[in-house]
């Protein structure tokens, strides 16, 4: 808990799978993984994967409300509404986020305006702030980040890695 690690390596070198090992989309052919000394095996997959927050390269988005992006549900009550507003606050992309009167507004915007010609068109490196504001709702216990700044202008990268700094160190209510 607490550290950082970086695992370094050309293309092929099975960076991405690593991830894809913990998360347990498939499992090892031989040997195994352990997390404090039990089989990742033993631990009921959904569980492991929700204390796992993971930043992809290429994150997707999905045309759909904000909040609902953010929390990976529907939004169900007051706490749900303020952790929103502090992942968009720490992200930068509540005052982005042009046209929007109330915060109510800026919660239930749709990504893209595929199905709404109201919704907001984010940027490359405004999707990834999403997929990190996306992967630090969860309050996750490990945090994961495959790339996540790849292709993008340096002064993106660096609030990525801001935005992480600062909800690790203040954290999110």
Not at 29 to 58: A, C, F, H, M, P
Not at 136 to 143: A, H, I, T, V
């Amino acid at each position: 808990a607490g550290t950082k690690t970086a695992i370094v390596g050309h293309n092929g070198a099975g960076k991405s799978t690593i991830i894809k090992l913990l998360l347990r989309f498939y499992d090892v052919d031989s040997g195994e993984i352990r997390i404090n000394g039990t089989n990742i095996k033993e631990y009921n997959v959904s569980e492991l994967r929700k204390s796992i927050g993971t930043v992809l390269q290429d994150s997707p988005v999905y045309a759909m409300p904000i909040v609902d992006f953010l929390l990976s549900r529907k939004c169900t009550d007051a706490a749900d509404e303020k952790r929103v507003q502090d992942i968009l606050a720490h992200t930068g992309l509540l005052n982005r986020i042009v046209g929007q009167k109330t915060f109510a507004d800026v919660m239930n915007t749709q990504i893209t305006k595929e199905f709404d010609e109201n919704g907001y068109n984010f940027s490359g490196g405004e999707q990834q702030m999403l997929a990190v504001g996306r992967a630090l709702m969860s309050r996750p216990k490990l945090l994961m980040l495959d790339e996540p700044s790849l292709g993008l202008a340096p002064l993106v990268v660096q609030g990525i890695f801001d935005i992480i700094r600062t909800v690790n160190e203040q954290g999110v209510t």
